[in-house]
């Protein structure tokens, strides 16, 4: 199961199977009653940030006291608790640039302090957590962006944008790292779709040579 909850602009994702499962990101405090319902009605275990930008993560303070659960995160994203220029972040396209400009107040609010108590790295299993899938190196982004892989499916977080089309993180702090962390997950023959924090999930067709992500059209979302 991937069930996204739509949060104004921001996807957060409830990945797994019933009872054993993961909130991947919370986005703010704004929609703390919605996530938090449908979180305890499918039994989340375990809170995994992508990254620690303020639109991603606002929530998980609050989310991680009222459901009782670990958060899990990568140490390199730390900083941006504390400090929200720890990385400066860059874009090479005008609708990035656009994006960047637009979310530079959002950016620099105070996130809401929260300590995880799990730190992410590649490949980690999450059922030692309780939850389903197992977390998937993607920084470019943000130093320490992460995505969770769960059957076929990729929660990508930031590293992947659908906002108008399917690419590669708009806005990054090391376009290499980000372009990388693109072609891994493009290359990579198990993942079938890729939910984003921003816009549509993406369904990656494998029959063409250069594997072009196309919007999916039959996906449910908690609105
Ligand atoms: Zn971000």
Known sequence: M???IVCGNVNCYIVGKRGSCSLVDTATEKYFDRIC????????KLIVLTHCHYDHVAGAARLADALKVPIAVNSADIPFLFNYEYV?????TFTGRAMLWMSRRNIKRRIPAFSP???LCDKLDLTAFGAEGEAYALPGHTPGSMGVYYDGALIAGDAVSNIFTACRAKSYYDKEAADASYRRITEDERITTIYPGHGRP??????RPAM????????????
């Open 2 to 4: 991937v069930e996204r």
């Open 37 to 44: 319902r449908r979180a305890s009605e499918l039994g989340v």
């Open 88 to 92: 400066r972040m860059e874009a090479d």
């Open 117 to 119: 108590s799990v730190e």
């Open 202 to 207: 993406i369904y990656v067709k494998r029959d």
């Open 212 to 223: 072009i992500p196309v919007n999916k059209s039959d996906e449910k979302a908690y609105l």
